[in-house]
């Protein structure tokens, strides 16, 4: 099995930065491909925040395009996101997800999600 574990979030004041990390672990052989970044807020849907393919290529939502950063170290099997200028709108539970290919199987991981709070 395959897991995310994330760590990072946390409150902070508006203004403020954060910065959430994924690392995937198992005890079978796998790689990742694209990882990326999902955001739910109460009552809402889950959206795609950012998320980074495996050469590095990004791609960010228009809501916080030129204020997240998603990076990633591939031997690691780390995912980053940077969080600056923080606002009140970004409080969400932030979930970590991965394309994961093993010897057999191809699926998409969660992490358990982490909580940012703005508040305003």
């Known amino acids: 099995q395959v897991q995310l574990v994330e760590s990072g979030g946390g409150l902070v004041q508006a203004g403020g930065s954060l910065r959430l990390s994924c690392a995937a672990s198992?005890?079978?052989?796998?790689?990742?491909?694209?990882m990326g970044w999902y955001r739910q807020a109460p009552g809402k849907q889950r959206d795609l925040v950012a998320d980074?393919?495996?050469?590095?290529?990004?791609n960010y939502a228009d809501s916080i395009q030129g204020r997240f950063t998603i990076s990633r170290d591939n031997a690691k099997n780390t995912v980053y996101l940077q969080m600056n200028s923080l606002k009140p709108e970004d409080t969400a539970v932030y979930y970590c997800?991965?394309?994961?290919?093993?010897?057999?199987?191809?699926?998409?991981?969660w992490g358990q999600g982490t909580q940012v709070t703005v508040p305003s």
């Open positions: 997800n991965a394309g994961v290919v093993t010897r057999t199987t191809i699926t998409t991981k």
């Open positions: 198992g005890s079978i052989v796998f790689s990742l491909t694209t």
């Open positions: 980074i393919t495996r050469g590095g290529r990004t």
